[in-house]
Each structure stands twice: as structure tokens, then as C-alpha cells.
């Protein structure tokens, strides 16, 4: 079995850059920086975005009028 890389390694195909072979290290702090990043995106397009707020009697109202299946679903909506 070879030694761990301790850099990356293209694979080429045709002379052309196919994949890389990097340490699975690299690879997971590689991912957890894409996971931060895709959170970051999606929270600045959630402070975009226009809230908007019943008061919480209109939506006890609104769910006992729907009965006991829309209560759960609604109570989810109001905490979120």
C-alpha cells in the first residue's frame, strides 16, 4: 500500500484533468468549508427576503378552525 499523499493528485484522461486524489483530511475540511459556505448563501437570501407576522391568536384561530392535524403544522410555522 503507498504512503498517504500530502498533496493533492491530478488524474488526467487524454491529457486533459479528469479528478483528484487528495487526502481524505483535506477532503472533509474541503466539504465542511462548502457546507459553511452554502449556509452563509442561504442565510443572506433569508435576511433578503420580506417577513411576515400574524399575531399568534389569529393563528391559534386559525389552526382550531382547521382542527387538530393543522395545529401541529401551524405551531411549526409560528416558531420558525
Known sequence: ???????????????????????????Q???????????????????RKKLRYRPFEEALRACRDAGDGAIRRERRLIVV
Open 29 to 47: 475540511e474541503m466539504m465542511e468549508r462548502l457546507e459553511d459556505a452554502e449556509d452563509v448563501a442561504w442565510l443572506k437570501k433569508a435576511h
Open 1 to 27: 500500500m503507498r504512503a498517504a499523499l500530502a498533496e493533492p493528485e491530478i488524474v488526467t484522461k487524454k491529457g486533459k484533468p479528469v479528478s483528484v486524489i487528495l487526502p481524505i483530511k483535506q477532503y
